[in-house]
């Protein structure tokens, strides 16, 4: 037992040094929601083939996973992947469109090739290839106009692109090579990650030149008819399904206390290294707590509240991407909370400008009063405590900071589920919303620290009278910050 607690305790510290790692190697390059494209055109005299590679990450690849195991065992076998190659590339016909001078030509399925490659977390992604055919009703005599558009996954984000390439045709106007700029899906350039390529369909010239080569084959797809796919590429079993270390650690003989500790410290150092990652809202954060001379309680229960909606925020997100995706896709759900996420920050630093506006006007007056002699109003609070920071408004803030959940977390919970081990991935979940709270709780304490320390620092104590203006200025910041934020999630959803 006690061998076993510890042989569990070292695979968790193995996870723990990869999750930690700068940049995750297998993560998807364009992100663990997208699903992306790509088309190579090879046009012969008599026929068109398509190259069709759709490269799912891990999220859609989690929700096409549960699809095709039709036993629901967590694993896909030969004969489970075998079917869903066959019908995965029979299904993405339908949406797509090849026509030469305007007539339609049907392509058929002639080969097809499916593979899992691990992903972030453990997460496999997927890996679909299909090589259509499209017979023309007679050889080309003479120039003609070749169109193609691929419809499918219309409301998914990710990478399209589109190649055409001519075998005893000459093609005018349109990009050529096989491969294309991302070598069929397998080696994203890093120059074109930030705004990827959204080439949904293309129409281009063709005129008869030359006599035809070799037809192309894939080097990754069999012949439909060939029975099973190949075991090296197609099947996955159990410990690929998950990840090696991360079915390590939620394979029951591994959890033990020790298993479990290690693993929920290392949740836990994922969550810090995450908070510590630009973004996060850790300037708003800091903006808010000096604008509203915050206290060290407050620092503690705005850190926690981030936790807590975190937290809460990962699992209903698991919950749409098991039951709900098909109407409601958790990439499109993103930039909606993010607009939401910025209006409450928009609506919290108005609220707290407002308030330190009252302050500053109100001890303006309350100086001209007491230089005029006047006696001290005792119905009015002195205008150093007015505005002060309400729990209701920190909460609504840790709120808008947790509101995005980090796909990281939902990858750990995903992964959790697809091996069976639900409450385990919940508490990895918790422990990741910890590590964020430490975080953002102790910037917090730094921060309100270093402000009461120049406060009293004799450098500069002369300055007190500015710290209503400051105060204003980083109210001001919250608005500004919140507009920021606003506006950038606004403009994703258009």
């Not at 090879?42 to 083939?49: F, N, S």
């Amino acid at each position: 037992m006690i061998r076993a607690g510890l042989r569990g305790a070292g695979v968790a510290a193995v996870v723990l040094v990869v999750l930690l790692l700068p940049a995750v190697a297998a993560a998807h390059p364009l992100g663990n929601f997208t699903i992306n494209h790509f088309a190579g055109l090879h046009i012969a005299p008599d026929r068109v083939l398509v190259d069709l590679v759709i490269d799912r990450a891990e999220i859609p690849a989690f929700q096409e996973r549960r699809r095709i195991d039709l036993d629901a065992n967590g694993t896909i076998d030969a004969g489970e992947a075998d079917a869903a190659r066959w019908a995965g590339c029979a299904a993405l016909v339908a949406d797509l469109r090849l026509a030469v001078d305007g007539t339609p030509v049907p392509l058929a399925v002639v080969a097809a090739g499916i593979s899992f490659p691990e992903g972030a977390g453990g997460l496999p992604t997927m890996r679909l290839v299909c090589e259509l055919e499209g017979a023309l009703s007679g050889p080309l005599a003479r120039a003609a106009r070749v169109e193609f558009e691929d419809r499918s996954f219309a409301e998914r984000i990710g990478w399209r692109e589109i190649v055409v390439v001519g075998n005893g045709v000459r093609v005018e106007g349109a990009p050529a090579g096989p491969i294309g700029a991302a070598n069929r899906l397998t080696a994203y350039p890093a120059d074109l990650l930030a705004i990827p390529p959204e080439q949904r369909s293309i129409s281009v010239a063709v005129t008869p030149a030359g006599i035809p080569g070799p037809a192309w084959r894939a080097p990754d797809a069999e012949a439909v008819a060939g029975g099973s796919a190949s075991p090296g590429k197609a099947s996955s079993e159990r410990p690929r399904d998950v990840g090696q270390e991360l079915a390590a650690l939620v394979d029951a003989e591994d959890l033990t206390p020790a298993a479990i500790l290690a693993s929920l410290l290392a949740a836990i150092a994922l969550g810090i290294v995450h908070a510590v990652s630009p973004g996060h809202g850790k300037t708003i954060m800091a903006a808010y707590l000096v604008g509203g001379r915050g206290t060290a309680r407050q620092a503690l229960g705005l850190g926690m509240a981030v936790a807590v909606s975190h937290t809460v925020g990962v699992v209903l997100l698991a919950l749409i991407t098991i039951g709900a995706a098909g109407f409601l896709p958790p990439e499109r759900l993103y930039p909606v909370l993010a607009v939401v996420s910025g209006g409450l920050v928009v609506v919290i630093g108005t609220s707290l400008l407002w308030a330190r506006a009252r302050q500053l006007i109100g001890a303006r007056q309350h100086a001209r009063a007491h230089e005029a002699g006047h006696a001290h109003d005792h119905d009015h609070p002195h205008p150093a405590d007015a505005g002060a920071i309400s729990w209701r408004g920190l909460v609504a803030l840790g709120l808008s900071g947790g509101l995005l959940p980090s796909a990281s977390a939902l990858i750990l919970l995903l992964g959790s589920i697809a091996a069976g081990r639900i409450a385990y991935g919940l508490v990895l979940v918790l422990g990741f919303g910890l590590g964020m709270a430490l975080v953002l709780a102790g910037l917090g304490l730094i921060v309100l620290r270093a402000g009461r320390w120049l406060e009293r620092a004799p450098a500069v104590r002369g300055l007190g009278r500015l710290v209503p203006q400051a105060q204003l200025g980083f109210a001001a910041l919250v608005v500004v910050l919140g507009l920021v934020l606003t506006g950038q999630a606004v403009a994703q959803v258009l």
